[in-house]
Structure formats: structure tokens, C-alpha cells
């Protein structure tokens, strides 16, 4: 399926494309991904402490960021049907052995090598979402655009959704009840999500030489993953903040509460620019949503209680999601057409990595200075990646403001949308 020159644009331009289960398949097996993190915590914290706990929810966040890419690779190469069906059923699995293993009291290595394991076998399936909505989109670029904005705010529900049902059901149900949902989801939704008639097969070259040739990595990539890795510490230099000033004030739980706050404008932010997108070239909004949530970060370092702390996350919500639509519509320009799905995971994982190197530098710095300093974490990564972006600018087509051309592609028995794409408002000719 493809995108048509006749294409209804916004909302319904995106549900042409895949008809209406496809968003609730890819929101549904997504979800898994934001209730286990706080699942893990929840979970392992309430039988053996913040210590396990954390090291456990590290254990999980570094496979999804080594598998991410991975399964991209193999996505690409084989097709999505038959990678995400494996990956939702090994991953379901082992997430089931995940609870047994904790609820046995197993020792914590067995507990930290399952949640790599659960990590690695993540089906991804956010960032395969985007590279297969690129995909139905064809060659009409206002059509892409709108439907990775559509999909990336998919995302910053999800966000909003996991954490305070993982919540609710830890104390309503039982703390390893989020984490067996996890497992339902993505076995069942995942394995729809997988075959569903939209599903891409095997894209690019069609023999592994000719694939070979395909490079991934190109400076704007690296550039485009670098601000994803600093995304991620902005996010995670601020949510360590947030709990460390709940532990405090002595109301840890009500620290989920007040994140939540970003997630919901943030989702608010992404529906609005699904609707209303504008005419700035991607570059251009990624430099002022970035310049702009820079900004929004710094009256973090005047929080001193959790509502003041609620509204300043609410604030920087505000232009998360538009920053990661741009970023993301960026990526889907600068990966090769044959590697889409891997240069989306190997994004996504950027951010998760930046997550965690952010945490890991912000917790003892919390600990030893309080939630400022924490918060003057994600005030240097979100200023860090807004001078990224400006600097980069400075580099005329061969920064963000301009990608350069993509090499032609050749036609081939595998990729179905051959060709240079036709030129919009939003993804100007130059840069092909």
C-alpha cells in the first residue's frame, strides 16, 4: 500500500493509509514499553529494595539499547512479519520469566540477566511503526510527515498511559501485575501489529552484497542520534529530579504524578501538530523546538515542591513531542531507504542510552547535592543539544537545516518506492 497524489491530508490522510485498527495495534503493542520500566521498579523494589530495583531496570533499559538496532537490521532484511512475531513471542516469554524469577526470589544475577534478555528481545515496535508509516506514505512527503508526527505522539501517550496504569495496578492488583500485562500486550497486540496487511517485507538490495554497499551511518545520522542521546539525559537528568525532591519532601509516590505532567502536554503539543504542522522545513522546527524546550528547562533550578515541579515539567512537555517529530521526520530523511527500520531503532536507542547515562551521573549528584543539581543535568543536555543544532545549522545543506541528497535509488524487486520523492512546503527538493 502506498500513498496516492489524491491522499486526504492530516488525520484522515493517516488512516487512509492503514485503515483504523492499524494505530490502535501499534498503540496497544507499544504500551509494553513504557509499563515496564516503572513495572520493574515497582516490583522489584517492593521485595528487595531501590538497590536491586535500579540495578535490574538498568539490566532492561541496556538490552532494548543494543537490541533496538538490531532487530531494525534484521527487520529490514527479513521483513517485518516474521522478526516482530519471533521477537513478541521470545520477548513475552521472557518477561514471564522475569516475574517467576523474582517472585522466587532468585539472586540478582539471574533476575539482572533476564531483564537484559527482556531488553534484547524488545519487538521496537515505535520505531518499525514509523519506518512502516514512511513506507505506506510513498512518495507524498506532507503525507509522511504527517503520519511520523501522528506516530511519534502515539508515542507520548503511551507515556502517559504506562506509568500511571503500572501505578495503579501495583497497588490495586499486585506489583507484578504491570509487568504481566506487559507480556499480554505485546504477545497479543504485538503479533497483530506483526500481520497486519501493512506489514513491509524485506526492503532494499535484494542480495547481501548489493545490500552491503547500502551505508547506514552518515554525518547527518550521527548528528541526528548525537541529539537523541542528549534528549534522553534531558528527560532523565529531570524525572531523577522530580523523585528526588518527592523522596524529600517525603511523598515519593506522588513523583509519577507530577512527571506525568509532561507526557500530557506533550501529547497535547503532538496532536496539535499532526493537525497543524505548518510550513517550516523539519530543520527549522527542530532548531526552535529544541532552542525553545532549552529554555523551558530552566525554571527547574527554581522548583522547590512537587507542584512547582509538576508545572515546570508540564511547560517543558509543551515542545517535546514537535522536537521529537522533527527529529524523528529528519531521520526518516537521512537513513537509506533499505535500512529505514534501522536507523529509526538506532535513534530510539540513542535515547535510551542517553536516559541512562543521564541517571546514572544524576542520582549521586541528587544524593550528594539535592534535586537541583539533577535538574542542572537536564538543563546542560537540553542547552548541549539546542548549540548542536544552531552549530550545526552554521553548515549550511550539510546541517539540519538542509540534508543533502539522498543517493538515488535504484529500482529492484524489493523496494517498492523507487526514486527520488516529490518535493513539498515541508521537505524541500534541495535536499534529495
Known sequence: MSGSDAAPGGF???????????????????????????????LINERDGIGDAGTVAAALWLGQALGGPVIGRLADRRGHRP??????????????????????????????????AAGLTVPQVGPLARARWAHLAGEDEALVGTALSFDTTLDELGFVVGPALAGILAVTVHPASALVL?????????????????APGP????????RADVRLWSPELVLLCTMAVLQGAAWSGANTGVNALAQSLGEPGAAGLAWAAMAVTSSIAGFV?????????LGVRLRRTIGVQALLTLPLLAVSGLPGAALAVAGIGLAVAPHLIALFGLVERA???QRRGEAMTVVGSGLIVGQALAAAAAGPLAAAHGHRAAFAVSCAAAAASAVLAWAAAGRGRGGVRGLPPRPTRTSSPRDPSPGPRCSSPDRPRSRR
Do not use: E, K, W
Open 12 to 42: 484522515r490522510g493517516v488512516f487512509a493509509l492503514g485503515g483504523s485498527a492499524l494505530p490502535v495495534y501499534a498503540f496497544l503493542a507499544r504500551l509494553p514499553a513504557a509499563l515496564c520500566p516503572i513495572g520493574t521498579l515497582l
Open 83 to 116: 522478526v516482530l512475531l519471533v521477537a513478541c513471542v521470545a520477548n513475552a516469554a521472557v518477561l514471564a520469566a522475569l516475574v517467576a524469577a523474582v517472585l522466587a526470589g532468585l539472586p540478582l544475577p539471574a533476575r539482572t540477566a533476564l531483564a537484559v
Open 335 to 337: 537513513g537509506p531507504a
Open 182 to 198: 506487559a507480556a499480554g500486550l505485546i504477545l497479543l497486540f504485538g503479533t497483530l501489529f506483526a500481520v497486519h496487511p501493512t
Open 203 to 210: 526492503l532494499g538490495a535484494p542480495d547481501a552484497d548489493a
Open 273 to 281: 501538530t499532526v493537525a497543524r504542522p505548518g510550513s517550516a522545513d
